[in-house]
């Protein structure tokens, strides 16, 4: 049997960081870390650190490391880059504040768009023009330009982006201001909107390159030093960092394009959903991933995550058009604000959960750090679903008393509730948020939850996951072993791919993309051998179709254009109701993905035999009339085969299943939970 690579992979959430070590036998070993404030990097480095001891295996044994953050989207949402300016064509500087126009709640007249990330007066303009079809209009205008990048360096620029208009059909103006200002300010960032997104629509692309710009020196120190620590405990081999779109690269690679991982550690939970959805049978599955601070919700179809190729960032209410858009593939996720760490607070009469969370710092008043608003998890407590001595493996104690507390002053008092009623309301409330966004990627996706499964993740995820299939009437609930790091074994599970896209309007039985498919192959296989050193195992392509005179388009698989065209009528019908195969269909945008394979992660297999006798504890359930004795038991006792009936609790190191009652869950050969509802 051929020796597993020792691999390790680490996953920055909001509240915690997760690990996990795959050894030489193939052994995981899990751990669970606070995630530190500002500087995550100090809670990778300790928790990876303390589970090189666990293990006892020497960073130096390592063959890959694996990392996912939240880096990037924490610093969009909190604004806190600076001296980020944007040169674009003369007459086009306002397109970022102009943006579509359009509002995204039309009948709210007090809506605001979202803010720009560069201010107006952090904007130049340069005298050049190219058309739509890359013909040279207006020279640039060389004595202008250089003004201009006087004008930034006087002003203190440090990283700055380039959108010329019409630059993804002829990149030419955007690389010759590049060269002018590597030779007048050298220690100016570039980020050229013909390199991060070459595609069309000015105000996407032009938001793609500022968001690229506005994280690169913070993603750059950020990777450069965390190789550095890796490469002080003698780790050989590249760091590899999770992309928005389900594939890792290099951190090299995200230095230069960070746009790219601004949704690193969400889209492991969906990778590893989907590789959970193989080995029990289930390719079509809701993903479901709560954590501390938010959940995360995806479609799994054909046992491959569903993705766009634009997304927005920071979206209110999950309201198409109210976020910060990025022509970046990624993988089709809704996140929203209802996670462990999720506030519980009166409102208008009743009880509102989230979206704001209490994070790691100071965290639910149970975790003892300060904290005084109460939370999901000090109502998960106070219901007797979490072991107060128990919690993440034993690192923390909670605070039964506090937490009861904090919801009877803070949120029973103020409504006239007892205190189960408001720990129960606030349980509630949190699942009903979580039904909406399923029924966001499962029903608005065309597909009815009913014929899906759901695989459940994250340290909230099986806590939550019985109930949410019971409101949505889904049949058959995943609950894998190690659940409170399945994002960090979904980093394990991720190939090493680059993505590739280029804009070309034409009608698509005239269509001949080989030479831009060429050009394509020949840099995303670049990338892909500086990764992993051997040749793309695979290139996939596809391209973006409509029908002639629509504003959007669809994106499907290319061999040819008659298969490309089938492909388009079938998603097309699925998605809205029907198809018009007597209209002519025009393409619009060309991809190419290109994959490398390295060794995945082997799970562990649980031997069959006898089912513990369990202990028991109070918890609360409605339909049982309230307090009532649960069997408990622990996750790494349960043998394949065994059958448990709720109401029943599992206990693991990183998260706990609550099973309701009338449910019953069984024991697979990898120790998932599969509950029948």
């Known amino acids: 049997m051929k020796t597993p690579p020792i691999q390790v992979a ?148 440090r990283s700055l982006a380039v959108c010329f208009l019409h630059s993804y059909s002829n990149p030419a103006h955007e690389r010759a201001f590049a060269d002018l200002l590597r030779a007048q300010a050298p220690e100016i960032e570039i980020s050229l909107s013909s390199d991060v997104s070459p595609q069309f629509r000015e105000y996407e692309r032009t938001s793609t390159t500022v968001v690229n710009a506005y994280l690169k020196r913070a993603v750059r120190a950020y990777l450069a030093a965390m190789s550095g620590h890796l490469q002080a405990r003698d780790y050989r081999g590249s760091l590899f960092v999770m992309q928005s779109g389900g594939g890792a690269a290099t951190a ?23 590789h959970y959805g193989a080995l029990t049978g289930h390719p079509d599955l809701v993903a479901f991933d709560m954590g501390g601070t938010t959940a995360k919700l995806s479609l799994i179809t054909g046992g491959a995550p569903q993705m766009v ?81 128990n919690f993440a493996g034993g690192s923390l104690r909670l605070d039964v008393e506090g937490a009861r507390k904090a919801i009877e002053e803070k949120v029973a008092r103020p409504l006239g509730l007892n205190l189960e009623q408001a720990a129960w309301g606030i349980h509630a409330l949190v699942n009903t948020n979580m039904e909406l966004a399923t ?36 049949k058959t609930a995943i ?41 394509m192959e ?38 040819s254009a008659s298969k490309a065209r089938a492909a388009f009528e079938e998603l097309y019908a699925r998605r809205y109701g029907m198809a018009s195969p007597e209209e002519a269909v025009e393409a619009t945008t060309w991809r190419l993905t290109a994959v490398g394979r390295l060794a995945t992660v082997e799970l562990p297999h649980f031997q069959s035999g006898v089912l513990p006798e369990p202990h028991r504890r109070r918890a609360w359930f409605p339909e049982s009339e309230g307090w009532t004795e649960a069997a408990v038991y622990r996750r790494d006792a349960l043998p394949a085969g065994a059958r448990l009936r709720g109401p029943a609790i599992v206990e693991e190191r990183e998260s706990t299943t609550v099973l309701p009652p009338d449910m019953e869950a069984e024991v697979d050969a990898y120790g998932n939970l599969l509950v029948s509802a």
């Open 10 to 157: 680490f996953d920055v959430g909001g509240t915690f960081t997760d690990f996990v070590l795959q050894d030489a036998q193939g052994r995981l070993h899990t751990h669970k870390r606070l995630t530190t404030y500002p500087d995550p990097s100090e809670a990778c480095l300790a928790g990876l650190d303390e589970l090189f001891a666990q293990a006892g295996v020497p960073c130096a044994e390592l063959a890959r490391a694996v990392h996912g953050t939240t880096l990037g989207s924490n610093i969009v949402i909190e604004r806190k880059a600076s001296h980020v300016a944007l040169v674009s064509t003369r007459g086009f500087r306002d397109v970022l504040a102009i943006g579509r126009q359009k509002r995204y709640q039309l009948y709210d007249l007090q809506i605001d768009k979202p803010e720009p990330l560069i201010e107006r007066d952090w904007i130049w303009e340069v005298t050049e023009r190219t058309l739509a079809d890359g013909s040279e209009h207006v020279a640039l205008d060389e004595a202008d330009a250089r003004r201009v990048i006087a004008e930034l360096k006087e002003k203190g620029v």
């Open 479 to 519: 609950l894998p072993a190690a659940s409170g790091v399945a994002s960090a074994i979904g980093l394990l599970v991720a190939e090493v791919k680059f993505d590739v896209s280029r804009t070309l309007l034409t009608a698509l039985d005239a269509a001949d993309p080989a030479a831009l498919f060429t050009e």
């Open 309 to 389: 190729d634009t997304f927005e960032l920071h979206r209110v209410r999950l309201a198409p058009g109210s976020g910060l858009p990025m022509n970046v593939r990624s993988l089709d996720l809704v996140e929203i604000g209802a996670g462990g760490g999720s506030i519980a607070r009166p409102h208008l009469g009743t009880i509102q959960v989230g979206p704001d969370s209490a994070g790691s710092e100071p965290g639910p008043v149970c975790y003892g750090r300060g904290g005084a608003e109460p939370t999901v998890t000090d109502a998960n407590l106070v219901l007797g679903y979490l072991n107060p001595e």
């Open 252 to 274: 090299e690679t995200m230095a230069e394009f960070p746009v790219r991982m601004i949704e690193s550690g969400p889209a492991a939970g969906a990778l590893v959903a989907a």
């Open 522 to 559: 020949a840099e995303a296989a670049a990338v892909v051998r500086h990764s992993t050193g051997d040749e793309p195992a695979e290139m996939r392509r596809e391209v973006d179709l409509r029908y002639i005179g629509q504003g959007y388009e669809l994106t499907v698989p290319f061999e």
């Open 439 to 474: 029924r966001v990627v499962s029903i608005e996706r065309g597909h009815d939850p009913r014929r899906l499964a759901l695989v459940a993740t994250g340290g909230s995820g099986p806590v939550h996951a019985c109930r949410l299939v019971q409101a949505l009437g889904i």
